[in-house]
């Protein structure tokens, strides 16, 4: 039989306004096993809990049942409060009697009678409560981020500086993501590539840091500390630990006519290719689509020329297979298709573009070697038009488009527009808005600018059809705050299209039981205070995968998610959640139901000898849970035939007690 | 005028990551709920056995809701899949157990929808109410 | 091949060839429509409206002899094929609506169960482009052929799902089966004023004017449409290259446009 | 003022909830008959919203919409103004005496060539 020491809190008046604390402790005081009751008006504060451990010694308590605030809110303190008075801290029970009781009723009377209820519950539960010690796990020292951008860079040089070894997988050939592709960043007009390329570099010099590029994740087991991680390094026929890098190979190679992955489609590049100069690593890749010599034998010219002999036809996709401790998704975003949206003509002309490939238009490395000049006809255009929130705030009746504000278009478009006018000040740009959202660290400043002193049309206002005519674009649209409707003869379109995560990131995602929302942005475990976690143990989110994100904003969430990591992977060991699932071994018959529910695959079989009464042995199959996996869902406790599956902390006879308790 | 008396009891199993923490946001913005709904904090939606249902409308409890993570928002991954399976099993032989299904609800709020949570038990409990007084695993058929 | 067919009232008079050559065409292809007995006009325009229930009755007469015929109704001109179109979608997921309705029709209500077809969707869907494509005797080649699809074929595109609203393509294919070029060019599904044309004809004109020129600067020699309406605008507001019948083409290539003649 | 009234009625009729809107004005972009139209598409749906409905009903521009639906389709929030436009132009054309087109109007308007079809329409659209 247990003693029970309850403990009713008032929270100054906030269960005590509308409950009658000291009626609910006389009630309770009756309840079976109830050995003391008392009251008091903070019992979380250091007075309130001296006096549980007070009572505790002084009346030889087993259990404690503490009716406040939500065990949300201070489990874990009373918890704390049990095991400095020498119980195990699972003795405790909370009432819940602030948020479901007394700040959703009025009623003295009323509130008062449920107080006592949900006080009663808790003593039957605690009643069955059992002493429970939480496992312990290794933690493996190894970190794994998905997506080689700036999200993913700038996590493994924060994880590598802290002296933990870190691997990045990129599916591409090489790391820097969207960031490299960018001509100026907002609001400083920094070069993207000057200050992306550097740390770049870090990453392939950093001795705590292996790149495996063109490759992906295509197996996740395991949990927090201890994960198993395959990755498949996919085939690029080249030797990646010969090659140089030289480029001979690219020059010589026949098949030129590939559109450039890189510079969106708006040029060509060969079967083998580079993606651009500064590529981390930068090693040759070839393309299996196009090149001659792998789809039908008739070429072999790169591997003449490769000095370093370092093309091999017959290389094979590779499967690695390693260990981590903590992973960390990175794997961004891309513009939506804008084939929902062709009233701007997206798929009818060369000129309607959208804002990437704007910024390929603009840099120096890019199909027009930085100078602006349109796909079409190679002119300079006169007329530009911008329009804002493509595809991005749209009604899900619309039926396209996405529900959120892509959040980094507006910015980047007065980039856009500013740049054009400085470099090309005969040029008369249009920037059709609804709303300009600019709330960032000198972001408005640099939006007034774009319209103060560059003199860009800033129009109120959406564009409604884009009509290819002759070398124009006819650009019907709206001014709202003039009330006309404006047709404009445009030189180039430029569509500020939303942003999606990448497609690779819904598999991922079931890959690590990590939760997504209806738009596939991971979702974090808490979004104020925990949000560069995953609500999965052990998996943390950095960059534009969680939600659309600018970089320096990136950037500030991958040191957060590698700080947390970093936090994580400094541990030797890392202490369970004890509420597990357990297995009564005399009560199993290895059906396999618990198996088949697992979530997790905590659930393995093993033959045990048993010992009968007549002496003999008998072997059977029954049910093991792994308590390092287990994450206590329950899933497995109501598919057991046989009853022999029950859940530590909220066990089948507990809940049962909760329930008498209330229908008494 | 004697129903006007009358208060259904009502048992509320909720998941402890969204529907419990949903009950505690429509108490940190005091939206309220009548009283008769009792809550029965569950690791998940998929720890609730069909047993304790059974066991409540046994015990005199006049309708039992599960409350849940929005389908693919599970903390568990897919725990609520299977409260809706299970559930939609056990309330389809309710009636042959002289219970009315409509004392029986599984509804999917989240951790953000404290006011879905308050509306939800206004709703149950005066369907509940309407319902009259849990007749103990009578037999339906023996009535006339 | 059997399906009931709905000409409407313009192609009884002043479109003759819009519904002969479309007649002739089919059979050609296999395919025999049927005209619905005292079928009566569709009234023009849908008014979205929900409470405008007299107006649709005659649509839901015709869609429900199409259902008593067990056959899919198959429509030729753009605007008879909205409104019966919208109407069965009405009928189908507007439930108060039907049954206001059905409470005129008598008999066994009516909910929508008559598959809706424009003839394109016919030649695309059931014929098929490539046994259009298989059945041309004179093929058009290298004729530049400019589709014009105006509002009515496409829009509103949650209700008539014939095509990329945006961007069709339908007509463009249709266009290439009969072994001509299609022009593309944006313009092809704006308005060219309907039936603004009675009071505003001015706008009338501008609207049709920037359909003409459009498609001329892609370089277009014939216009092709299947809309009575979109053809008179376009043609009275100074076409000056020839705007058609879509199945008039279709009826050439396939050799059965002769003796078709008033 | 019993505009509450007309409102709730506009809106039933229509099907459309003007509070989706954003502002974009994308309906105004698109619109063929814009520059004929005292009150645009966008301002329907503020006004129908604002109950600002009497100079709706008196203005010309219920008739100088083509129904072409593009508003329609572009809109990104399915906002629906054409359906909006129509409601106010029945509430319109149904008071007494109000229709817009009257039948010995119509022989001057006609030419030769006039197709059944436009006669057809513009009554169902300007008459009750």
């Given at each position: 039989m247990q003693r029970i020491g309850v403990f009713v809190c008032w929270c100054g008046s906030n269960i005590a306004g509308t409950v009658d604390v000291q009626a609910v402790s006389d009630a309770l005081?009756?309840?079976?096993?109830?050995?003391f009751s008392t009251n008091y008006?903070?019992?979380?504060?250091q007075a309130g809990q001296d006096m549980i451990i007070q009572a505790v010694k002084e009346h030889n308590l087993t259990g404690i049942v503490v009716c406040s605030c939500s065990p949300r809110m201070h489990e874990a303190t009373f918890r704390r409060t049990a095991q400095a008075a020498g119980?195990?801290?699972?003795m405790v029970e909370i009432a819940?009697?602030?948020?479901?009781c007394s700040w959703v009723h009025k009623d003295i009377p009323i509130g008062t009678e449920k107080a006592i209820i949900l006080g009663k519950a808790a003593v039957a539960k605690v009643n069955l409560n059992t002493p429970l010690t939480p496992g312990e796990s290794p933690v493996t020292k190894r970190a794994l981020v998905i997506g080689g951008g700036i999200a993913g860079i700038q996590t493994a040089l924060d994880i590598a500086d802290a002296g933990f070894p870190v691997d990045i997988v990129e599916?591409?050939?090489?790391?820097?993501?969207k960031m490299a592709q960018l001509d100026k960043t907002f609001p400083?007009?920094?070069c993207a590539a000057c200050i992306l390329t550097p740390k770049m570099v870090d990453v392939a010099q950093n001795g705590k840091i292996r790149i495996f590029s063109y490759s992906e994740v295509t197996d996740v087991k395991g949990f927090v500390g201890n994960f198993d991680v395959t990755i498949k390094k996919n085939?690029?026929?080249?030797?990646e630990d010969i090659c140089?890098?030289?480029g001979a190979c690219v020059e010589k190679c026949?098949?030129?006519?590939v559109p450039n992955e890189f510079n969106l489609g708006m040029d060509n590049r060969s079967a083998?290719?580079?993606?651009?100069?500064?590529?981390?690593?930068?090693v040759a890749t070839i393309d299996p689509n196009a090149c001659n010599m792998l789809k039908n034998?008739?070429?072999g010219l790169c591997a003449r020329v490769c000095a370093a002999g370092a093309?091999?036809?017959?290389q094979k996709d590779e499967y690695i297979e390693e260990k981590y401790g903590a992973i960390v998704v990175a794997t961004g975003f891309n513009p939506i298709s804008m084939d929902k949206f062709d009233e701007f003509a997206y798929n009818q002309s060369?000129?309607?573009?959208t804002s990437l490939e704007f910024e390929r238009l603009t840099n120096a490395a890019g199909p027009t070697a930085g100078k602006l000049l349109r796909?079409?006809?190679?002119k300079h255009p006169h007329t530009i038009v911008f329009v804002q929130c493509v595809g991005s705030?749209?009604?899900?009746?619309?039926?396209?488009?996405?529900?959120?504000?892509?959040?980094i278009c507006c910015m980047y478009t007065a980039k856009h527009a500013m740049l054009t006018r400085d470099k090309y000040p005969d040029t008369d740009v249009y920037v059709f808005y609804i709303d300009v959202r600019t709330p960032g660290k000198n972001f408005d400043e640099f939006y007034r600018r774009a319209v103060e002193e560059y003199g860009v049309h800033y129009v109120k206002g959406m564009v409604g059809k884009v009509v290819p005519e002759g070398d124009k674009l006819k650009v019907q649209a709206s001014d709202l705050l003039s009330n006309k409707q404006l047709h404009i003869d445009a030189d180039l379109v430029v569509l500020a299209a939303a942003i999606e995560p990448d497609k690779s990131a819904r598999p991922l995602a079931t890959m690590l039981t990590a939760s997504m929302d209806t738009n596939d942005f991971f979702t974090e475990?808490?979004?104020?205070?925990?949000?560069?976690?995953?609500?999965?143990?052990g998996v943390f989110l950095s960059g534009a995968c969680q939600g659309p994100k600018d970089i320096p904003e990136t950037v500030s969430q991958a040191g957060a998610a590698a700080s947390k990591v970093i936090g994580l992977l400094a541990k030797d060991k890392l202490t369970g959640n004890p509420c597990i699932a357990h297995s009564n071994e005399l009560m199993?018959?290895?059906?396999s139901s618990c198996e088949r529910v697992c979530p997790y695959g905590a659930i393995t079989y093993e033959d045990k000898e048993f010992r009968m009464p007549d002496r003999t042995t008998l072997v059977r199959r029954i049910a093991v849970v792994n308590p390092a996996v287990c994450?206590?869902?329950?899933a497995c406790t109501v598919a057991c035939p046989s009853g022999a599956m029950d859940l530590h902390g909220f066990a089948s006879g507990q809940i049962m007690a909760e329930v008498d308790a209330i229908c008494k | 005028m004697q129903m006007n008396e009358y208060k259904p009891l009502i048992v509320a199993f909720c998941c402890n990551w969204c529907s419990y923490a949903g009950a505690d946001l429509a108490g940190n913005n005091r939206l309220n709920y009548p009283a008769d709904v009792k809550i029965i904090r569950v690791p998940?939606?998929?720890?609730?056995?069909p047993m304790f249902i059974l066991r409540a409308f046994q015990r005199g409890a006049d309708g039992v809701i599960i409350c849940g993570c929005h389908p693919g928002d599970c903390h568990y991954t897919s725990g609520n899949y299977y409260t809706r399976r299970r559930m939609a099993m056990l309330f389809s032989m309710l009636d042959y157990l002289?219970?009315?299904?409509?004392?029986t609800r599984v509804e999917w709020v989240s951790a953000a929808e404290g006011a879905k949570f308050a509306a939800t038990m206004n709703d149950f409990a005066e369907k509940v109410a309407a319902l009259g007084e849990n007749k103990r695993l009578e037999d339906l058929r023996c009535k006339r | 091949m059997k399906v009931a067919y709905f000409p409407g009232c313009t192609l009884k008079n002043k479109a003759k060839q819009l519904d002969d050559y479309a007649k002739k065409a089919a059979e050609a292809l296999g395919v025999t429509l049927e005209e619905i007995e005292e079928w009566q006009c569709c009234?023009?325009?849908?008014?979205?409206?929900?409470?405008?229930?007299a107006t649709k009755l005659s649509s839901v007469r015709d869609l429900v002899a199409a259902k008593n015929k067990e056959q899919p109704l198959v429509t030729v001109c753009s605007a008879c094929h909205n409104v019966i179109k919208q109407t069965n979608h009405a009928m189908q997921t507007n439930k108060e609506f039907a049954d206001k309705v059905n409470r005129y029709m008598g008999e066994e209500p009516y909910s929508g169960e008559t598959q809706v077809y424009h003839y394109l969707e016919l030649l695309r869907d059931v014929v098929g482009f490539d046994a259009v494509k298989e059945k041309v005797v004179n093929k058009l080649s290298g004729k530049k052929i400019a589709a014009y699809y105006g509002c009515?074929?496409?829009?509103?595109n949650g209700v008539m799902?014939?095509?990329?609203?945006?961007?069709?393509?339908i007509m463009e294919d249709f266009i290439r089966a009969i072994g001509a070029d299609a022009v593309v060019y944006a313009?092809?599904?704006?308005?060219?004023g309907g039936y603004i044309a009675m009071e505003s004809p001015d706008l009338a004109k501008k609207k049709s004017n920037a359909v003409i020129e459009n498609a001329k600067a892609a370089g277009a020699e014939m216009i092709i449409t299947a809309c009575p309406l979109c053809k008179y605008n376009l043609i009275k507001n100074g076409a000056d290259i020839p705007v058609v019948y879509f199945t008039e083409l279709l009826a050439e290539a396939l050799g059965v446009k002769e003796d078709t003649n008033e | 003022m019993n505009n509450k009234y007309l409102q709730e009625d506009l809106l039933r009729m229509s099907?459309?909830?003007?509070?989706?809107?954003?502002?974009?004005?994308k309906c105004s972009a698109t619109c063929p008959a814009y520059d004929e139209m005292e009150y645009h598409p966008h301002q329907f749906v503020s006004m129908v919203e604002n109950g600002d409905i009497e100079p709706l009903i008196n203005s010309d521009s219920l008739y100088k919409c083509?129904?072409?639906?593009a508003c329609v389709d572009r809109c990104p929030r399915g906002v629906e103004p054409a359906k909006l436009v129509e409601a106010v132009r029945l509430a319109a054309v149904r008071r007494?005496?109000?229709?817009?087109?009257?039948?010995?109007?119509?022989p001057d308007m006609l030419?030769?060539?006039?197709?059944q079809q436009l006669i057809v329409s513009a009554f169902r659209k300007y008459s009750k």
């Amino acid at each position: 039989m247990q003693r029970i020491g309850v403990f009713v809190c008032w929270c100054g008046s906030n269960i005590a306004g509308t409950v009658d604390v000291q009626a609910v402790s006389d009630a309770l005081k009756n309840e079976p096993g109830v050995v003391f009751s008392t009251n008091y008006q903070y019992m979380c504060s250091q007075a309130g809990q001296d006096m549980i451990i007070q009572a505790v010694k002084e009346h030889n308590l087993t259990g404690i049942v503490v009716c406040s605030c939500s065990p949300r809110m201070h489990e874990a303190t009373f918890r704390r409060t049990a095991q400095a008075a020498g119980l195990n801290p699972y003795m405790v029970e909370i009432a819940n009697i602030r948020e479901q009781c007394s700040w959703v009723h009025k009623d003295i009377p009323i509130g008062t009678e449920k107080a006592i209820i949900l006080g009663k519950a808790a003593v039957a539960k605690v009643n069955l409560n059992t002493p429970l010690t939480p496992g312990e796990s290794p933690v493996t020292k190894r970190a794994l981020v998905i997506g080689g951008g700036i999200a993913g860079i700038q996590t493994a040089l924060d994880i590598a500086d802290a002296g933990f070894p870190v691997d990045i997988v990129e599916k591409k050939p090489t790391i820097g993501g969207k960031m490299a592709q960018l001509d100026k960043t907002f609001p400083t007009l920094d070069c993207a590539a000057c200050i992306l390329t550097p740390k770049m570099v870090d990453v392939a010099q950093n001795g705590k840091i292996r790149i495996f590029s063109y490759s992906e994740v295509t197996d996740v087991k395991g949990f927090v500390g201890n994960f198993d991680v395959t990755i498949k390094k996919n085939a690029r026929y080249v030797k990646e630990d010969i090659c140089t890098g030289c480029g001979a190979c690219v020059e010589k190679c026949p098949m030129k006519k590939v559109p450039n992955e890189f510079n969106l489609g708006m040029d060509n590049r060969s079967a083998i290719y580079i993606p651009f100069a500064q590529a981390v690593p930068k090693v040759a890749t070839i393309d299996p689509n196009a090149c001659n010599m792998l789809k039908n034998g008739k070429c072999g010219l790169c591997a003449r020329v490769c000095a370093a002999g370092a093309i091999d036809y017959t290389q094979k996709d590779e499967y690695i297979e390693e260990k981590y401790g903590a992973i960390v998704v990175a794997t961004g975003f891309n513009p939506i298709s804008m084939d929902k949206f062709d009233e701007f003509a997206y798929n009818q002309s060369k000129d309607v573009i959208t804002s990437l490939e704007f910024e390929r238009l603009t840099n120096a490395a890019g199909p027009t070697a930085g100078k602006l000049l349109r796909p079409s006809d190679g002119k300079h255009p006169h007329t530009i038009v911008f329009v804002q929130c493509v595809g991005s705030r749209c009604d899900a009746c619309a039926e396209k488009g996405k529900e959120y504000c892509s959040k980094i278009c507006c910015m980047y478009t007065a980039k856009h527009a500013m740049l054009t006018r400085d470099k090309y000040p005969d040029t008369d740009v249009y920037v059709f808005y609804i709303d300009v959202r600019t709330p960032g660290k000198n972001f408005d400043e640099f939006y007034r600018r774009a319209v103060e002193e560059y003199g860009v049309h800033y129009v109120k206002g959406m564009v409604g059809k884009v009509v290819p005519e002759g070398d124009k674009l006819k650009v019907q649209a709206s001014d709202l705050l003039s009330n006309k409707q404006l047709h404009i003869d445009a030189d180039l379109v430029v569509l500020a299209a939303a942003i999606e995560p990448d497609k690779s990131a819904r598999p991922l995602a079931t890959m690590l039981t990590a939760s997504m929302d209806t738009n596939d942005f991971f979702t974090e475990a808490h979004p104020k205070l925990r949000p560069v976690e995953s609500p999965t143990a052990g998996v943390f989110l950095s960059g534009a995968c969680q939600g659309p994100k600018d970089i320096p904003e990136t950037v500030s969430q991958a040191g957060a998610a590698a700080s947390k990591v970093i936090g994580l992977l400094a541990k030797d060991k890392l202490t369970g959640n004890p509420c597990i699932a357990h297995s009564n071994e005399l009560m199993c018959n290895g059906c396999s139901s618990c198996e088949r529910v697992c979530p997790y695959g905590a659930i393995t079989y093993e033959d045990k000898e048993f010992r009968m009464p007549d002496r003999t042995t008998l072997v059977r199959r029954i049910a093991v849970v792994n308590p390092a996996v287990c994450q206590g869902c329950g899933a497995c406790t109501v598919a057991c035939p046989s009853g022999a599956m029950d859940l530590h902390g909220f066990a089948s006879g507990q809940i049962m007690a909760e329930v008498d308790a209330i229908c008494k | 005028m004697q129903m006007n008396e009358y208060k259904p009891l009502i048992v509320a199993f909720c998941c402890n990551w969204c529907s419990y923490a949903g009950a505690d946001l429509a108490g940190n913005n005091r939206l309220n709920y009548p009283a008769d709904v009792k809550i029965i904090r569950v690791p998940c939606s998929c720890r609730v056995n069909p047993m304790f249902i059974l066991r409540a409308f046994q015990r005199g409890a006049d309708g039992v809701i599960i409350c849940g993570c929005h389908p693919g928002d599970c903390h568990y991954t897919s725990g609520n899949y299977y409260t809706r399976r299970r559930m939609a099993m056990l309330f389809s032989m309710l009636d042959y157990l002289g219970i009315e299904k409509e004392r029986t609800r599984v509804e999917w709020v989240s951790a953000a929808e404290g006011a879905k949570f308050a509306a939800t038990m206004n709703d149950f409990a005066e369907k509940v109410a309407a319902l009259g007084e849990n007749k103990r695993l009578e037999d339906l058929r023996c009535k006339r | 091949m059997k399906v009931a067919y709905f000409p409407g009232c313009t192609l009884k008079n002043k479109a003759k060839q819009l519904d002969d050559y479309a007649k002739k065409a089919a059979e050609a292809l296999g395919v025999t429509l049927e005209e619905i007995e005292e079928w009566q006009c569709c009234g023009g325009v849908f008014t979205t409206a929900c409470d405008e229930v007299a107006t649709k009755l005659s649509s839901v007469r015709d869609l429900v002899a199409a259902k008593n015929k067990e056959q899919p109704l198959v429509t030729v001109c753009s605007a008879c094929h909205n409104v019966i179109k919208q109407t069965n979608h009405a009928m189908q997921t507007n439930k108060e609506f039907a049954d206001k309705v059905n409470r005129y029709m008598g008999e066994e209500p009516y909910s929508g169960e008559t598959q809706v077809y424009h003839y394109l969707e016919l030649l695309r869907d059931v014929v098929g482009f490539d046994a259009v494509k298989e059945k041309v005797v004179n093929k058009l080649s290298g004729k530049k052929i400019a589709a014009y699809y105006g509002c009515l074929l496409l829009r509103p595109n949650g209700v008539m799902k014939m095509d990329d609203p945006e961007n069709p393509t339908i007509m463009e294919d249709f266009i290439r089966a009969i072994g001509a070029d299609a022009v593309v060019y944006a313009n092809r599904n704006e308005c060219c004023g309907g039936y603004i044309a009675m009071e505003s004809p001015d706008l009338a004109k501008k609207k049709s004017n920037a359909v003409i020129e459009n498609a001329k600067a892609a370089g277009a020699e014939m216009i092709i449409t299947a809309c009575p309406l979109c053809k008179y605008n376009l043609i009275k507001n100074g076409a000056d290259i020839p705007v058609v019948y879509f199945t008039e083409l279709l009826a050439e290539a396939l050799g059965v446009k002769e003796d078709t003649n008033e | 003022m019993n505009n509450k009234y007309l409102q709730e009625d506009l809106l039933r009729m229509s099907g459309v909830n003007p509070k989706k809107c954003m502002r974009c004005g994308k309906c105004s972009a698109t619109c063929p008959a814009y520059d004929e139209m005292e009150y645009h598409p966008h301002q329907f749906v503020s006004m129908v919203e604002n109950g600002d409905i009497e100079p709706l009903i008196n203005s010309d521009s219920l008739y100088k919409c083509l129904t072409c639906f593009a508003c329609v389709d572009r809109c990104p929030r399915g906002v629906e103004p054409a359906k909006l436009v129509e409601a106010v132009r029945l509430a319109a054309v149904r008071r007494q005496g109000a229709n817009h087109l009257k039948a010995d109007m119509v022989p001057d308007m006609l030419d030769d060539e006039t197709p059944q079809q436009l006669i057809v329409s513009a009554f169902r659209k300007y008459s009750k």
